[in-house]
């Protein structure tokens, strides 16, 4: 299995007055009322949505808030539905607000959906992935807690875990542990279980999971890169033996030679195209939205005997 960077990359810098844009959300044009494509991503100062016409290239839409932050957008009966993450307490803690919308221009206002409350989950909730659940209902995949990263300056997630609700506005009823969380000795996963976006259709009798795991590079720097996993309950999770499928690259490409963070999948005719933001520095950095593609989705786990 081989995910290649588009040639063009990456495809989405961050504007003159911003270092960082982030944690891409992605409605491919089948699904928008314009037969456009739409990015949900962040900047320093909030969430931005993108417009463009073929995947690529992409332009300014709106700002939809100054304090939200990794956004995830989900198509669902007739609306489109926005989670993100929003700060309070002078970025110390956060919730999770869900906005919907009909023709992805003028939103709801925001509402609290989900709170930290359980002893693991600190102070912060973040990067939602919701998605239909197998028997009605929805499932919410969110992290919790942090984990500070000093040559950074700041924190990554730490637990990742899920809830459910029977519409997209809640109530969420948390799962209660952890699903995923960091592994001492996890050469990807030993400081935090940073994020995963899960996917139902990607592989037969599985779902496949793309998780960006927070660790300690050979060189004892912090680092992030995306990790494959599968599961036929959303719950219990098998790594892909060959992990990671895509890495940080050292100076080549030096945009993306420190860490690789958040993703989303798209399929696209008979491939599927991932867009995910990398960083290309530690405590000074830039990050910025690239692209990879697999041409045959089919190989997304085929190189390993059942």
Not at 15 to 35: A, C, E, L, M, Y
Not at 83 to 108: E, G, K, N, T
Not at 225 to 251: C, F, K, M, T
């Amino acid at each position: 299995m081989s995910w290649t960077d588009h040639p063009d990359n990456p495809l989405l810098r961050p504007r003159w007055w911003s270092w960082i844009v982030g944690d891409p959300s992605v409605i491919s044009p089948d699904r928008t009322p314009d037969g456009a494509w739409r990015m949900f991503c962040n900047n320093v100062q909030g969430i931005y949505q993108y417009r463009s016409d073929d995947g690529l290239r992409w332009s300014l839409v709106q700002r939809i808030d100054h304090n939200g932050f990794r956004a995830w957008v989900l198509p669902w009966q007739g609306r489109f539905h926005l989670y993100y993450q929003r700060f309070h307490r002078l970025w110390q803690a956060s919730v999770m607000v869900h906005r919907s919308s009909d023709d992805l221009i003028h939103w709801s206002s925001a509402a609290v959906v989900l709170r930290p409350g359980l002893p693991w989950e600190g102070a912060n909730v973040s990067n939602a992935c919701v998605l239909p659940a197998p028997d009605g209902g929805l499932w919410m995949y969110y992290s919790a807690d942090l984990v500070y990263l000093k040559d950074m300056g700041f924190s990554e997630p730490k637990h990742i875990s899920r809830a459910w609700a029977p519409a997209p506005e809640g109530p969420w009823r948390k799962h209660g542990q952890p699903v995923i969380g960091p592994e001492p000795g996890h050469r990807y996963r030993d400081r935090g279980a940073g994020a995963i976006k899960v996917y139902s259709g990607l592989l037969e009798g599985s779902y496949a999971g793309f998780q960006n795991g927070i660790y300690k590079d050979e060189q004892g720097r912090s680092a992030s890169a995306i990790l494959l996993l599968r599961s036929p309950d959303g719950l219990d999770w098998q790594e892909y033996p060959h992990n990671p499928i895509v890495a940080p690259s050292g100076d080549h490409p030096r945009w993306r030679r420190a860490h690789v963070y958040q993703m989303d999948v798209v399929r696209v005719g008979d491939a599927l195209w991932m867009y995910y933001n990398a960083r290309d520095g530690w405590m000074i950095g830039v990050e910025r939205i690239g692209l990879a593609v697999l041409d045959d989705p089919a190989q997304l786990w085929a190189s390993v005997s059942p």
